[in-house]
C-alpha cells in the first residue's frame, strides 16, 4: 500500500510546480512540450536537410545553448525556476518586477514549462526514487531519463490497469486516441480531502500544472475538470479512453 508519507511527498513536489518561484511570484508552471523541437526536425528533413546534418543542428538546442525551450517540457520546479533568473538576466530583466501575469508569459515566450510525461516523472522519481521508476518504466532505446519519458512510457508493461474501486495514491490516468491508439496524456491521482488529479495540461486555461477533483461512485468515476477543447473527460471514461493504472515501482 502507498504510505501517507509517499502521498505527501508527492504532494510537495506538486505543490512546488503549482507554486513555482519566480522572482517575487508564486505561479501554476505553463505549459510547454518538446513536440516543438520535433515538429522543428520534421520541417528540416520536408526541406531536404539530411539526418545527419539535422542531428548536428539539435545539439547546441538539447544542451540548452539556445535561449529558448531550456529543459524541454521535463524541468524540475528548482530548474525551471533558475533558468528564468538565467533567460532574465540575459535579457536584462529584473525579475522582481515580474507580475503573476508577467512571470508565466514570460516563460512561455521563452519556451519554459512542464510537460504532462515530465510533471508525472518528476513527480514519481522524487516519491520512490530515480532506480525504482526508471526500473519499470517502458523506455524507447537506452536513455534512461525525464527527457525520453512520454506517456507510453508509463502504460504497457510498466504498469497494470486498475478497476477506479481500487484507486490509490500514485495511480496514474492514462489517455489514449480512439479504438486502442497510443497514449497521449498521463495524470497523477493523489489524496487530500478526497480524490486528486493533478496534471500539466494544454487543455486547461490558463494551460499548465493544476489540481481537480475525481469523485467515485460505485466504481466509476465523476471527473471535475472540464477542458477548454475536446472532448469532456466522462465522456472520454465512457468511450473506453481513460484508463486507471498502476506503475509497477508502487508497492
Known amino acids: 500500500m502507498v504510505s501517507e508519507k509517499e502521498n505527501r511527498s508527492a504532494w510537495e513536489v506538486a505543490e512546488k510546480y503549482l507554486r513555482l518561484e519566480v522572482g517575487e511570484q508564486q505561479i501554476a508552471t505553463p505549459y510547454f512540450t518538446n513536440e516543438v523541437g520535433r515538429i522543428f526536425g520534421r520541417m528540416l528533413k520536408n526541406g531536404g536537410i539530411k539526418d545527419e546534418e539535422i542531428r548536428r543542428l539539435f545539439v547546441p538546442y538539447n544542451n540548452m545553448e539556445y535561449g529558448y ?13 533558475a533558468a528564468v533568473i538565467k533567460m532574465a538576466e540575459k535579457d536584462g530583466i529584473d525579475t522582481s518586477t515580474f507580475t503573476g501575469d508577467g512571470a508565466r508569459d514570460y516563460m512561455i515566450l521563452n519556451g ?6 515530465g510533471f508525472a516523472y518528476n513527480v514519481l522519481v522524487r516519491t520512490l526514487g530515480t532506480k525504482e521508476v526508471n526500473g519499470v518504466l517502458s523506455w524507447k532505446g537506452e536513455e534512461q531519463n525525464a527527457y525520453k519519458a512520454g506517456a507510453f512510457t508509463f502504460a504497457a508493461g510498466a504498469s497494470e490497469e486498475v478497476d477506479f474501486g481500487e484507486i490509490r495514491p500514485l495511480d496514474l490516468l492514462l489517455f489514449r486516441k480512439p479504438d486502442g491508439g497510443r497514449y497521449y496524456h498521463i495524470a497523477v491521482v493523489l489524496n487530500r480531502d478526497g480524490w486528486k488529479v493533478v496534471q500539466s495540461t494544454s487543455t486547461a486555461h490558463p494551460m499548465g500544472v493544476n489540481v481537480s477533483g475525481i469523485a467515485i461512485d460505485a466504481g466509476k468515476p465523476s471527473f471535475e475538470f472540464t477542458p477548454t477543447y475536446g472532448k469532456d473527460w466522462n465522456q472520454l471514461y465512457t468511450e473506453g479512453r481513460i484508463e486507471l493504472r498502476r506503475l509497477k515501482a508502487v508497492k
Do not use: F, I, T
Open 69 to 81: 525551450g531550456w529543459y524541454r517540457g521535463k524541468g524540475s520546479p528548482e530548474e525551471l525556476s
Open 112 to 117: 519554459l514549462g512542464v510537460d504532462c510525461s
